[in-house]
Every structure is written in structure tokens, then in C-alpha cells.
């Protein structure tokens, strides 16, 4: 266990704007082939596997190309099929399923070396009137009593992280209640805040990008700090295996990443190897701005999902 000093946050935080440099920049690269197909290239980044949130942010990107102008996204509904490979280019295959005068709805199929990785469907809707109601935001300290996720696993490993853990991550994630590597085991309640450490503009399709892409990252946690899994291994796939099954999420309200979010997040089953979790993402004001559901697949003994 190494000390926090300030030279380490200011690297941490460093590391962490470089990432996003690169994940903002890499969102501009989606080339359109023709008016409902998108390429994305190779771009091995801090996982051996293409990460969840990157597919679903790269499909909005091209989904969103392909609506009427002031439509945003406020649903996503996505299956993952196969592990990604980083080192492969990703092409996005939109299917226009329908346009109303207040929805417009798209599918798309993200492949590589000609199979299917992912399948997700998006609708977009404008501003309309209508009725309104939300729960309030539990009470929560500060994120600036909370010390970033990077900085514990990079003190915790004397000054290397381990494998698979996602540092450095463009995000600043904060857990308040339970880390998943501690020991002792949690009750499935977890609450993370998480923003970027930079002024990323007002364009909200980057914004709501930013949001869906982070969504993934920590929504097995409230499953696995419930039973004796070693989290080390599990990220490493050393005798156990995990990967999520499907993805949902839903904006209620325009987004500002560079703004401090609260992630309130919750597991309230896990059946046959197959845990369930939700959440509900907070702004400062405390509007609930969006919600999330997943389910994850773990297995023992270096199974895979199939």
C-alpha cells in the first residue's frame, strides 16, 4: 500500500483527461459507408475485451446520425452477443424500424470480422408537456470526501493496478458505500459519483454518449459484493468468468457529464448464475436524470456464456 500523495492525485487526474481526450476524439472517428452504415477502427484500449459502454456509445453515435434534427435519445435496449476484440474495426448497421411525429425509433447491429457483437435498439423523442414525478435523491457525502476509484486501486497495488481493473478510466468514480475488492461482503446497495475532469462542451448526444458509456462499468458490483467472489479474479477471467447479458437505460433529462452525477445502485436477485441490478443516476440539484438496468452472467470454473 503506497500513500495519496498530492503528485498522485494530480497524475490520477492527468491520466484520467488524457482517456477522455482520446474517448472524445474517438467518437469523431465513426466514418459513415453510406447513410445507415458507420465503421469504427481498432482501438485497443483498457480492457482486453471491446467494453460494453464503448459499443453502446458508438451505436447512439450512429443511430443518432440517422433521426430528425432535435430528437434526443431517452431509451436504449441492448443484448450483448459475443465478446468484442479491440483490435478489430467495428461496423454499426442501422435499421430505420419507424418515425411518428414524436418518435423515431432505430436498431442497430454491431459486427465484427462479420458477426454479430451487439444488438441494441434506440428511441428518440423532442420535448413535449406532460405530467412529471421522481423519487428524491438519498442524502449522500460530498464527492470531494470520497477518494476516485483510480487512485485506491493504484495506492492498494503499490503503484500498479491490477489487471483488467480499467486505469486509467476517463471517468472520475468515487464509491461511497462498498469498493468491490473489499473483503467483507455487501448488502447489494452501492452509490458511486462519477463526472469527467474537463469541460466537454454543450453538444448533449456527447453528453448522453459519456453517461450511457459509463453506465456499464460498475453495475456488477451490487451482484458480486454479495457472494464470496474474489474480485481480482473475476476482472483477470482467473476461474471465474463474467460478462453482462443485456443492457437498459433510459434519459429522463439532458445530461452534463462535466457535472458531479450519483450512481444509486441496487441488486436485488441473482438466479442460475445470472444477477440482476438497477440504478438511477442524480444530479447535484438532485433531478434524477437517468436510469439503468443489467443483467450480468458469472460462472466458475472459466465457463463462458454461450
Known sequence: MIEITEELIARARDERIAM?????????????????????????????????GLMLADALMAAAATVPEGRRVHSVHSYYLRLGDPALETTYSVDRLRDTRTFS????????????????????????????????????????TVTPRDLELIARGDGTPPFNAGVPWPIDLRHVDHRPWDAAPGDGRNRVWMRVDEEVGDDPL????LLLYASDLTMADPVTMQHPIHWEDLIAARGI???????????????????????????????????F????????????????AQEIFIKESGETAS
Not at 441490478?277 to 439503468?292: I, N, P
Request: net charge negative; charged share 20%.
Open 105 to 144: 425509433v432505430r436498431q442497430v447491429r454491431a459486427e465484427q470480422a462479420g458477426k454479430a457483437i451487439n444488438s441494441a435498439t434506440f428511441s428518440f423523442t423532442g420535448p413535449t408537456a406532460g405530467f412529471a414525478h421522481q423519487w428524491p435523491m438519498p442524502d449522500t457525502p460530498a464527492p470531494d
Open 241 to 275: 468468468f463474467g460478462a453482462s447479458l443485456d443492457h437498459a437505460f433510459w434519459l429522463h433529462r439532458p445530461v452534463r457529464m462535466d457535472r458531479w452525477l450519483l450512481h444509486v445502485q441496487e441488486s436485488s436477485c441473482a438466479v442460475d448464475g445470472r444477477g
Open 20 to 52: 477522455l481526450r482520446r474517448l472524445v476524439a474517438r467518437m469523431q472517428l465513426i466514418r459513415a459507408v453510406d447513410a445507415d452504415h458507420f465503421l469504427v477502427p481498432a482501438d485497443p484500449g483498457a480492457f482486453d475485451r471491446v467494453y460494453g
Open 277 to 292: 441490478t438497477t440504478g438511477r443516476f442524480f444530479d447535484e440539484e438532485g433531478d434524477l436524470v437517468a436510469s439503468v
Open 206 to 209: 456527447l453528453h448522453a454518449c
